[in-house]
Nanobody
Framework: QVQLVESGGGLVQAGGSLTLSCLAS????????MAWFRQVPGQEHEFVAG????????EYADSVKGRFTVSRDNSKMTMYLQMNSLKPEDTAVYYC?????????????????WGQGTQVTVSL
């Protein structure tokens, strides 16, 4: 029903910036809360940032507050994650997820749709 594709990851030095995009196809996402998660090998999916359907309300994990900004453009069916001041501990595969039943998903188990992920690697 909804397909999500993440892009924009890559290799960046500590202190640098990347902007991730999550492009949706299928049904419009105007009524879906969305969020970014990240995962390192052997670990659970970690909540990074969430945004409700209008884009006016957001939430961030403590580890990324002040450094990451989540936004969405429903006309483009796209959610973004602007990542600044990147640290090596930000290295992970980043996934976007959508949840119709809440403001935004805060746990991976709440995610109804997700993409293939995009790798972010932050080097020293």
């Amino acid at each position: 029903q909804v397909q999500l594709v993440e892009s924009g990851g890559g290799l960046v030095q500590a202190g640098g910036s990347l902007t991730l995009s999550c492009l949706a196809s299928g049904r419009p996402l105007y009524n879906y809360g969305m969020a970014w998660f990240r995962q390192v090998p052997g670990q659970e999916h970690e909540f990074v940032a969430g945004v409700e359907w209008s884009g006016r309300h957001t939430e961030y994990a403590d580890s990324v507050k002040g450094r990451f900004t989540v936004s969405r453009d429903n006309s483009k069916m796209t959610m973004y994650l602007q990542m600044n001041s990147l640290k090596p501990e930000d290295t992970a595969v980043y996934y976007c997820g959508a949840d119709r039943d809440s403001g935004w998903p805060r746990a991976w188990t709440e995610v109804d749709y997700w993409g293939q992920g995009t790798q972010v690697t932050v080097s020293l």
